[in-house]
């Protein structure tokens, strides 16, 4: 059975955010994203495929579209295909969030 | 921007398991599902889509395949194509999911 203790996976990089896999298959995949302070995933756009943010840990200010908006542990946005998307670090505490994508633009 | 704080949804049923959708898009849905003690989802299987089940609060039983494991909150595990897969609460607390599927069975 392919089960992760997710946070056990943190790893960070004093370069940029770092992105762990924790599933990757035929139709999605999984990531936990690790952003020190100050670390963002700049805005970006899929064509066809849908992204979830979920937050595990810490604060991030995320944009989808024209929207901007601070989101906390707890919390999920979806970022539809088409739409601009990105997440900043914008505290002094490590942001750990769960991500998955569907299709998965790896395969 | 579509976000929503997931365990503010919550929401039980004494009949079974409560299944709220957070989001339903061309490519996937994710739900929480909210099982009290000692309810389930019975093992099933899909053919052609993966699901994720990540435990937000409580402990699950998952069987997933031959195998059988308890995760608690933080973990996260996956039932790929194909292979059999349910959850059952056998503890006296609430048990809330975060679940994926791709691609959407219901589109």
Same mark, same amino acid.
């Given at each position: 059975m +392919?089960?992760?203790e997710v946070l056990g996976k943190q790893e960070f990089s004093s #370069?940029?955010? @770092? @992105?762990?896999?924790l599933f990757d298959?035929?139709?999605?995949?999984c990531d936990l994203y690790c !952003?020190? =302070?100050g670390q963002s +995933?700049? =805005?970006?756009t899929h064509q066809g495929?849908? @992204?979830?943010?979920?937050? !595990? +840990?810490?604060?991030g200010t995320f944009v989808v579209g024209e929207? #901007? @908006?601070? !989101? #906390?542990a707890g919390e999920i946005v979806l970022a539809p295909s088409g739409a601009v998307h990105g997440?900043?670090?914008?505290? =002094?505490?490590?942001?750990? $969030? $769960?991500?998955?994508m569907a299709p998965n633009p790896n395969r």
């Open positions: +392919q089960c992760i #370069e940029k955010m @770092k @992105k762990v896999s298959t035929a139709n999605l995949f !952003l020190r =302070p +995933q700049k =805005p970006h495929a849908d @992204k979830i943010y979920f937050v !595990l +840990q810490g604060k929207e #901007e @908006k601070v !989101l #906390e997440v900043t670090n914008h505290t =002094p505490q490590a942001l750990n $969030l $769960l991500v998955v």
